[in-house]
Every structure is written in structure tokens, then in C-alpha cells.
């Protein structure tokens, strides 16, 4: 099956840095990657998704990049706020299974 | 639209007692996932009904069921409590037809603590 690893687990920058989380994925057949925002008492918020046939895509301050060959994408966050301090996680699926990452927590000090 | 609702938000419950807990997915939605979420094992698939069928289960005990009815609402149920089960319990919807290639939609969870 699908096995996702993700890095690092705990992310500290300052306000107004940018930061980088990266996730590999073992199986060449998973077409879908979505990275999810889970904020304190709250369940994960979609925040950005890549499909296997775009190699970027960007939603203002984030962005995500997708690598098949290499079997890895990153999420990227321009000038981070203290809003954007959560737990990240990257998700890797095909039509029958998906996996999750095991999580990083961000934290934007201000 | 209204989004995903899970009820209770909090339960306490003694151990070898059971459970159930409640989701109602966003409207349209299709399919219903749960998982277990941990401090030590992150985000763990338990199992996810499309249609009032399960379409996947992931490596839990037989103590850990669900359903889902008609109207899409589905529950889970978790029967002889074990404390190790202590987790937030996580309810996702999506539109479902396309697989699990389509975004999940989270509930704010059921934080689960046993005794």
C-alpha cells in the first residue's frame, strides 16, 4: 500500500519568513495530494490540492509542488503569519486508498 | 452550505462500555470516512461508507463498526472500551464518486476520553 512520509515534524520560523514542509509518497499510482490545515480544537481544513498532471499550483501566499519522478511534493508558505501556526498534513491518493502524513506543526512567531 | 457536523463534541466513557458517535456529512455528500486521530499515530482510516456500503476499512478491531443510512448521516460505534481507544475521532465527507481523489470535508471531531 500507499506509505507518506513526512518532514520535518516541528517547524519554527519568524513572521514574514517563508516556510517548507515536504512529503514523499512510495506509490507511482497515487494521482491526488492535498495538504490539510488542522488548527488547535478543530478538524483538518483543505487548504491547497495538486493533481498528477500539474506540476504547480499556487493559492496567494501557498503553494504546492509536485515531483513524480522523484516522488515528492512540498507545500510552501510565503510570509507567514501567526495565523498560519497549525499542524500541516500532506495526504497522497489514488482512486482506492489514501494516506496521510504524520503531521508537521508550524509555529510562526511573531 | 452547512458543514460537517459530528455529535457529541466530548464523551467520557468507562472502560468495556460502548460508544456511539454521530456525523452528518455536508449536503450532496456521498461518502462518509472516520478516523482516529493520536498524538503517537496521527491520522488512522478506520473505515468509509459510500452509499450506505462500506467501500474500505482500515486495520481496526472488530470493535470498531459503522454505518450509514439513507441520508447519507453516519455513525460509529466502538463496543468494550479499551483506554488505548482515547482519541479524537475524526468524521470526513466527500462528494465520493470520484474515489478518494476528491478533497475531504472534516468535522470539528468527538474527543473521545476513557476511563
Known amino acids: 500500500g500507499e506509505n507518506v512520509e513526512q518532514h520535518p515534524s516541528t517547524l519554527s520560523v519568524q513572521e514574514g519568513d517563508s516556510a517548507v514542509i515536504k512529503c514523499t509518497y512510495s506509490?507511482?499510482?497515487?494521482?491526488?495530494f492535498p495538504w490539510y490545515k488542522q488548527e488547535l480544537g478543530k478538524g483538518p481544513q483543505l487548504i491547497i490540492d495538486?493533481?498528477?498532471?500539474?506540476g504547480e499550483k499556487k493559492d496567494q501566499r501557498i503553494a504546492v509542488t509536485l515531483n513524480k519522478t522523484a516522488k515528492h511534493f512540498s507545500l510552501h508558505i510565503t510570509e507567514t503569519q501567526p495565523e498560519d501556526s497549525a499542524v500541516y498534513f500532506c495526504?497522497?491518493?489514488?482512486?482506492?486508498?489514501?494516506?496521510f502524513g504524520a503531521g508537521t506543526r508550524l509555529t510562526v512567531k511573531p | 452550505k452547512a458543514g460537517v457536523t459530528q455529535t457529541p463534541r466530548y464523551l467520557i466513557k468507562t472502560r468495556g462500555q460502548q460508544v456511539t458517535l454521530s456525523c452528518s456529512p455536508i449536503s450532496g455528500h456521498r461518502s462518509v470516512s472516520w478516523y482516529q486521530q493520536t498524538p503517537g499515530q496521527g491520522l488512522q482510516f478506520l473505515f468509509e461508507y459510500f452509499s450506505e456500503t462500506q467501500r474500505n476499512k482500515g486495520n481496526f478491531p472488530g470493535r470498531f463498526s459503522g454505518r450509514q443510512f439513507s441520508n447519507s448521516r453516519s455513525e460509529m460505534n466502538v463496543s468494550t472500551l479499551e483506554l488505548g481507544d482515547s482519541a479524537l475521532y475524526l468524521c470526513?465527507?466527500?462528494?465520493?464518486?470520484?474515489?478518494?481523489?476528491?478533497?475531504?470535508?472534516f468535522g470539528n471531531g468527538t474527543r473521545l476520553t476513557v476511563t
Open positions: 470526513a465527507s466527500s462528494l465520493g464518486t470520484g474515489g478518494y481523489n476528491s478533497p475531504l470535508h
Open positions: 506509490d507511482s499510482a497515487s494521482n491526488y
Open positions: 495526504a497522497a491518493s489514488m482512486v482506492n486508498d489514501m494516506r
Open positions: 495538486i493533481r498528477s498532471n500539474v
